[in-house]
């Protein structure tokens, strides 16, 4: 065994080390040391402002759908332990991912008919871009090469995916001349419940087509757009997306790495507006939080397509490609979701956190309550003080990590109803003193 280190001695370590998202070397702000989770709390090494446990409001990034330290998902874990954590995938094939792979066609809307397996979600979004890509250059039409998505956008941080995150936020100024340039169409109208805005609809379909001979695809976080702006537009839009692509012979790829498995109240995003695009990404919720993982899902004429080429392959292949650790604990991870009445589940929490964040709306500062399935915001008039926002909320018990002027949380779909009333409690907080 390792000498124990204390935590002081952890964070010392930490902060001369390691890097952690989006931060600074050598940190600037210490992050919270975790020791343990289970059910929905992380429990700290030694307590900040009198809280040695914390309520999770975050899922861990959306992803930690069923909670931390879940009987059935550990003993998928614990049970593929036993066989083997991983072996390669070129040329060699096991259970757990032929059992996911299956299963996650059965559950997406068809035609999505073939499934590559990522490590993360980035990487899913790459691959999506290159089967794209790959399948106009096989069909003989190589210039349709660029991307349309629109503004307010997060697909994941490679080169590809950062092309099309939004380019206000999403650092292209520091990056022009070396990122992929890419076309956008400004935001879609907010609110899920908007009546869809024809003329907005109308400038889609105008740019769709105008581009269209450079275009392989149009990209979209279908519903909801989450690390851009966590804002909700109609599911019309993506009828209208839907049709324009079609018109224009130009593929429709759908990112439901954050929307996917019930976040938003429809298992798939694309449910609420009754439409399947070429190729979905999924990852973050797809094993419940416990590895990483995601999957690159298209049509049979998508890889048919490719398979006409004079590189007939998809040339693409992770090391960790289908870690079977991975794909078993994502397939438990389904089969608990579907188990359940887990539409039930969304729907009780949304109540909830329409209940619980009303408050905010009355506060000095902010400028919008929103919520939509188990997904709740509160967007202030001003940047977030992030330290000032996270204690308040540590000191309600609760774990938030707010961004630019965005205080939200999407907690795991387990969170009791009380839990859920601290959760919200705490947004409030950190929207009063953030
Ligand atoms: C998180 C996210 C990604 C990137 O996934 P990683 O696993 O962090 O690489 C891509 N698209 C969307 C919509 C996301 O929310």
Redesign the pocket.
């Given at each position: 065994m390792p000498e124990p280190l204390s935590p002081r001695e952890l964070l010392a370590l930490d902060r001369q080390h390691v890097w952690h998202p989006y931060g600074p070397m050598p940190g600037t702000a210490a992050p919270l040391l975790v020791e343990s989770a289970s059910g929905v709390r992380l429990r700290l090494a030694e307590p900040v402002e009198g809280r040695d446990e914390l309520v999770d409001g975050m899922s861990s990034?959306?992803s930690a759908v069923h909670g931390y330290h879940h009987p059935v998902l550990d003993e998928a874990a614990h049970g593929q332990l036993e066989r083997m954590s991983h072996v390669m995938f070129g040329g060699l094939t096991h259970e757990p991912a032929v059992r996911l792979a299956k299963r996650l066609v059965d559950i997406t809307p068809e035609p999505l008919e073939h499934v590559f397996l990522a490590d993360?979600?980035?990487?899913s979004?790459e691959v999506a871009v290159k089967m794209c890509l790959q399948y106009w250059r096989s069909l003989g039409k190589p210039r349709k090469q660029r991307l349309l998505t629109w503004r307010g956008g997060?697909?994941?941080?490679t080169w590809q995916?950062m092309s099309v995150c939004d380019p206000d936020g999403g650092m292209h100024e520091l990056w022009q001349g070396v990122l992929p340039r890419q076309i956008f169409a400004d935001a879609p109208p907010a609110g899920f419940d908007a009546a869809p805005d024809e003329a907005y609809a109308a400038r889609l379909r105008e740019l769709i087509g105008r581009h269209a001979e450079e275009l392989a695809a149009v990209i979209v976080?279908p519903v909801v757009q989450?690390?851009g702006g966590m804002s909700f537009h109609s599911p019309g839009y993506l009828r209208v997306l839907r049709e324009a692509c079609d018109a224009h012979g130009v593929l429709l790829i759908f990112?439901e790495?954050?929307t996917g498995f019930g976040r938003t109240g429809s298992l798939f995003a694309a449910g609420h507006a009754g439409v399947t695009p070429d190729v979905m990404?999924l990852?973050?919720a797809l094993t419940g939080g416990y590895l990483?993982l995601?999957a690159t899902l298209c049509t049979s004429a998508v890889a048919d397509g490719i398979s006409r080429g004079a590189l007939p392959v998809l040339a693409h292949g992770p090391t960790f490609m289908g870690n079977p650790l991975a794909a078993a604990v994502a397939d438990a991870s389904i089969e608990l979701l579907l188990s359940q009445d887990w539409a039930q589940e969304v729907k009780r929490i949304e109540t909830g956190l329409r209940e619980g964040l009303a408050p905010a709306a009355g506060h000095a500062g902010v400028r919008e309550v929103r919520v939509l399935g188990a997904i709740g915001v509160v967007q202030l008039d001003h940047e977030v003080d992030m330290a000032a926002a996270t204690r308040a909320a540590v000191r309600e018990g609760v774990w938030l990590r707010p961004f630019r002027d965005l205080i939200y949380t999407m907690p795991p779909y387990i969170t009791g109803d009380d839990d859920l009333a601290r959760i919200c409690a705490a947004v409030c907080a950190a929207a009063r003193e953030g």
């Amino acid at each position: 065994m390792p000498e124990p280190l204390s935590p002081r001695e952890l964070l010392a370590l930490d902060r001369q080390h390691v890097w952690h998202p989006y931060g600074p070397m050598p940190g600037t702000a210490a992050p919270l040391l975790v020791e343990s989770a289970s059910g929905v709390r992380l429990r700290l090494a030694e307590p900040v402002e009198g809280r040695d446990e914390l309520v999770d409001g975050m899922s861990s990034w959306w992803s930690a759908v069923h909670g931390y330290h879940h009987p059935v998902l550990d003993e998928a874990a614990h049970g593929q332990l036993e066989r083997m954590s991983h072996v390669m995938f070129g040329g060699l094939t096991h259970e757990p991912a032929v059992r996911l792979a299956k299963r996650l066609v059965d559950i997406t809307p068809e035609p999505l008919e073939h499934v590559f397996l990522a490590d993360s979600g980035s990487v899913s979004v790459e691959v999506a871009v290159k089967m794209c890509l790959q399948y106009w250059r096989s069909l003989g039409k190589p210039r349709k090469q660029r991307l349309l998505t629109w503004r307010g956008g997060y697909h994941g941080d490679t080169w590809q995916p950062m092309s099309v995150c939004d380019p206000d936020g999403g650092m292209h100024e520091l990056w022009q001349g070396v990122l992929p340039r890419q076309i956008f169409a400004d935001a879609p109208p907010a609110g899920f419940d908007a009546a869809p805005d024809e003329a907005y609809a109308a400038r889609l379909r105008e740019l769709i087509g105008r581009h269209a001979e450079e275009l392989a695809a149009v990209i979209v976080e279908p519903v909801v757009q989450g690390a851009g702006g966590m804002s909700f537009h109609s599911p019309g839009y993506l009828r209208v997306l839907r049709e324009a692509c079609d018109a224009h012979g130009v593929l429709l790829i759908f990112d439901e790495i954050a929307t996917g498995f019930g976040r938003t109240g429809s298992l798939f995003a694309a449910g609420h507006a009754g439409v399947t695009p070429d190729v979905m990404c999924l990852g973050k919720a797809l094993t419940g939080g416990y590895l990483t993982l995601a999957a690159t899902l298209c049509t049979s004429a998508v890889a048919d397509g490719i398979s006409r080429g004079a590189l007939p392959v998809l040339a693409h292949g992770p090391t960790f490609m289908g870690n079977p650790l991975a794909a078993a604990v994502a397939d438990a991870s389904i089969e608990l979701l579907l188990s359940q009445d887990w539409a039930q589940e969304v729907k009780r929490i949304e109540t909830g956190l329409r209940e619980g964040l009303a408050p905010a709306a009355g506060h000095a500062g902010v400028r919008e309550v929103r919520v939509l399935g188990a997904i709740g915001v509160v967007q202030l008039d001003h940047e977030v003080d992030m330290a000032a926002a996270t204690r308040a909320a540590v000191r309600e018990g609760v774990w938030l990590r707010p961004f630019r002027d965005l205080i939200y949380t999407m907690p795991p779909y387990i969170t009791g109803d009380d839990d859920l009333a601290r959760i919200c409690a705490a947004v409030c907080a950190a929207a009063r003193e953030g």
